[in-house]
T-cell receptor, first 113, second 117 residues
């Protein structure tokens, strides 16, 4: 059972554009939602995370929007740059922090120069 | 942030041999480490949770006798793939959980690419 569904599978954006990746979850016990960035041949790195008590969190060019009633959350990358080209994973966990993560299927982002 | 290293970064072995992968937390102590497996263009699948000084907890479908995990110290966990076969070829990633500012964070290692011939 896939508990975190991620879309799209791949995304191509022009430099300076906005990249949007969406995730939906099923388990209402999830209460911690991080996003990870992974470059080829490397391990994932934490980008930004949110808890259900807020609807939006922004860090630099990265913003998480969270809709608790719809059980959805999304990552917005503003002013996308070629260096942002990577695979992005959403994840979810119970316990308010990264105790044990369930990952989405990943989105391969390509930002064209 | 905290740094997690893995060794080796890549390994090629013959079918039937055993391979050991090390995961180290370099500047912090981790009571809990996780081992993931990732196939090309796929997500990370949790294999097991490793707690220092106790037996690892394996996810459903992961063979305990094939993927031996040892967490002998607060900075080192090892994954041994026993009698490896070509279907075990994959990217293996560890992570270490650390308590930071009243919350748990997982830091991931760079991964180990295993190719079994």
């Amino acid at each position: 059972q896939q508990q975190v569904k991620q879309s799209p599978q791949s995304l191509i954006v022009q430099k300076g554009g906005i990249s949007i990746i969406n995730c939906a979850y099923e388990n209402t016990a999830f209460d911690y939602f991080p996003w990870y960035q992974q470059f080829p041949g490397k391990g994932p790195a934490l980008l930004i995370a949110i808890r259900p008590d807020v609807s939006e969190k922004k860090e630099g060019r990265f913003t998480i929007s969270f809709n608790k009633s719809a059980k959805q959350f999304s990552l917005h990358i503003m002013d996308s740059q070629p260096g942002d080209s990577a695979t992005y994973f959403c994840a979810a966990s119970i316990g308010g922090s990264a105790r044990q993560l369930t990952f989405g299927s990943g989105t391969q982002l390509t930002v064209l120069p | 942030g905290a740094v997690v290293s893995q060794h080796p970064s890549w390994v090629i072995c013959k079918s039937g041999t055993s391979v050991k992968i090390e995961c180290r937390s370099l500047d912090f102590q981790a009571t809990t480490m996780f081992w993931y497996r990732q196939f090309p263009k796929q997500s990370l699948m949790l294999m097991a949770t490793s707690n220092e000084g106790s037996k690892a907890t394996y996810e459903q479908g992961v063979e305990k006798d094939k993927f031996l995990i040892n967490h002998a110290s607060l900075t080192l966990s090892t994954l041994t793939v026993t009698s490896a076969h070509p279907e075990d070829s994959s990217f293996y990633i560890c992570s270490a959980r650390v308590r930071e500012r009243y919350t748990d964070t997982q830091y991931f290692g760079p991964g180990t690419r295993l190719t079994v011939l």
